[in-house]
């Protein structure tokens, strides 16, 4: 992380876990641990049920909530899906769009996941766009080139001012729930990458500014090594997430 130059920021991604009420205990527990650490910001990204009482079990502390996903529409005939002013109007600051899980199961492209990022980011959200390689990439040598491809395609048309609501999450797919966590120095290869990346497609000051978290088993006892990397941002966090003592340690080691 370089806190001169960008915002750090832990945000937790619950997935499907937590009824409203349990959410409401879990965030309070949480906001509570993560009181006066404010050299970095927390973000709660919730399922979508959650949303009111995680809300309102974050007001009036520095944590933020987010949601998972946001469908691309403003309104219609999109059975299931849930719109970008609807998550505004429920207090959401921050929404996940491209997580692989939406890749690999709900048929998420790069396309629908460059719509979803735009609508998130024209309702005022940040979004924190998830691109990563699975296993076989890696092996046959072509992280690079399928990390800048999402990365390039989530991004197309979006203005600079439009690029300050961004946060990319390089998540690889094999470090997902899996407990193999990348080393610092291949999380690092990847997100020093994506921000040669936004260089070239902004400028070298768009490319400073931008947080890039990574994501992938990030837990208590990997999280400081990760983030002393000079081009890691942040993390997104799953399992986790969900553990207060956990949570409350990866955001320690964000303040030190
Ligand atoms: P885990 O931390 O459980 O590996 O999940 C990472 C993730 O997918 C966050 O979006």
Known sequence: MNRDKRR??????W????????????????????????????????????????????????????????????????????????????????????????????????ETVRLRAKAAIDAGLTAIICVGEVIGQRQSGITNEVVSMQTKLALEGLTKEELSRVIIAYEPVWA?????????????EVCALIRRVIADLYDQEAADALTIQYG???????????LAME???????????LKPASFAAIIDAANA
Request: net charge negative; charged share 20%.
């Open 8 to 13: 750090t920021v832990i945000a937790g991604n």
């Open 15 to 110: 997935k499907m876990n937590k009824t409203p009420r349990e959410a409401f205990a879990l965030v309070s527990e949480i906001a509570a641990a993560a009181r006066g650490k404010d050299k970095c910001d927390v973000v709660l990204c919730v399922p979508f049920v959650d949303i009111p009482a995680a809300v309102a079990a974050a007001e009036g502390t520095n944590v933020a909530i987010g949601a998972q996903n946001v469908h691309f529409k403003e309104s219609g005939a999109y059975t299931g899906e849930i719109s970008a002013a609807m998550l505004v109007e429920c207090g959401v600051k921050y929404v996940i769009v491209g997580h692989s899980e939406r890749r690999q199961y709900f048929g998420e492209t790069d």
């Open 176 to 188: 997902i729930g899996t407990g193999l966590t990348a080393t610092p120095e291949q999380a690092e």
């Open 216 to 226: 992938g088993s990030m837990n208590e006892k990997n999280a400081a090594e990760l």
């Open 231 to 241: 081009n890691v941002d942040g993390g997104l966090i799953g399992g986790a997430s």
